[in-house]
């Protein structure tokens, strides 16, 4: 089919999208030129790369689809908002809007977690996440131990909903809205283990990323005047809950 009837290479879509993001300061614009015409093809980047080298041509209605995503991202909007989806060790969480985007460096943190989880000499041993986002930490300790019993507390209204979403069929795993300062008062001296992501970036420090400071929630980044206010909290949260002879 000619370009006259509508369609447009592939490729050449591509490049133009990547060109856009780079122009806008996007810190990977190739590959995020790539996941979002996967996202628009519903196709994973290895496939959108065959498609390229095949010369396949995206529909007007594709090319439009894109170039609004595009558009988007260039205004520094998270590829994972347009995306509706961060990955997250084995799982694939839903995110947007009023919830923390998962990062890539918690996904190590998770592993000490969870190494402590199946090593506990408990049939059942008990894990906590304070301030669980989108329930990513909670998660992925619930699936990768799937005979612990695992609870996680969010204070945010938005950010808990998208976790609901998020942990709905992990029934080992109990969500609570909650402030961490108070959750789980019932499970002193029983967890084996006590993790959490908290903010702790300080007030006047305003982050440089856009991506971070205009979309990550401010109640997921900020911590006080010197950053450490939840971190004071969770210190003592962490010792309260914790059996004796564990470490959070
Ligand atoms: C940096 S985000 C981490 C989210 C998630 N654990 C992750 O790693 O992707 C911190 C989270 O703590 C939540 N939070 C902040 N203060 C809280 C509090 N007092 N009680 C419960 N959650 C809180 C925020 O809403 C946010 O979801």
Avoid: K
């Avoid at 290895?46 to 090319?63: H, I, M, N, P």
């Avoid at 959750?183 to 084996?192: I, K, P, Q, T």
């Amino acid at each position: 089919m000619s370009e006259g009837s509508g369609e447009r290479p592939l490729s050449a879509l591509v490049r133009a999208a990547a060109e856009t993001l780079a122009a806008a300061g996007v810190p990977d614009p190739q590959v995020d030129a790539e996941l979002l015409v996967g996202h628009v093809l519903g196709q994973g980047r290895g496939q959108v790369a065959a498609a390229s080298v095949r010369g396949d041509r995206l529909t007007a209605a594709e090319a439009a689809a894109l170039d609004a995503l595009v558009a988007r991202r260039a205004a520094r909007e998270p590829l994972q908002h347009l995306t509706g989806t961060a990955p997250f060790r084995h799982l694939e969480l839903a995110v947007g809007p009023g919830v923390f985007v998962p990062r890539p460096e918690t996904e190590t943190v998770v592993q000490f977690a969870i190494d402590a989880l199946l090593n506990a000499p408990d049939p059942a041993p008990v894990g906590i996440d304070l301030g669980t986002g989108s329930g990513a930490i909670a998660l992925a300790m619930a699936t990768e131990v799937p005979h612990s019993r695992i609870f996680a507390a969010e204070l945010s209204p938005e950010a808990h909903r998208w976790a609901a979403q998020n942990t709905a069929r992990a029934e080992n795993l109990t969500l609570v809205q909650a402030d961490l300062a108070e959750a789980f008062d019932d499970l002193a001296g029983r967890a084996h283990v006590v993790i959490s992501n908290p903010p702790y970036v300080p007030d006047a420090a305003i982050p440089r990323d856009p991506e971070v400071r205009l979309f990550d929630p401010p109640l997921a980044l900020y911590g006080g005047a010197d950053g450490l206010d939840v971190v004071r909290v969770l210190s003592g949260r962490g010792m309260m809950l914790l059996r004796s002879g564990v470490c959070s």
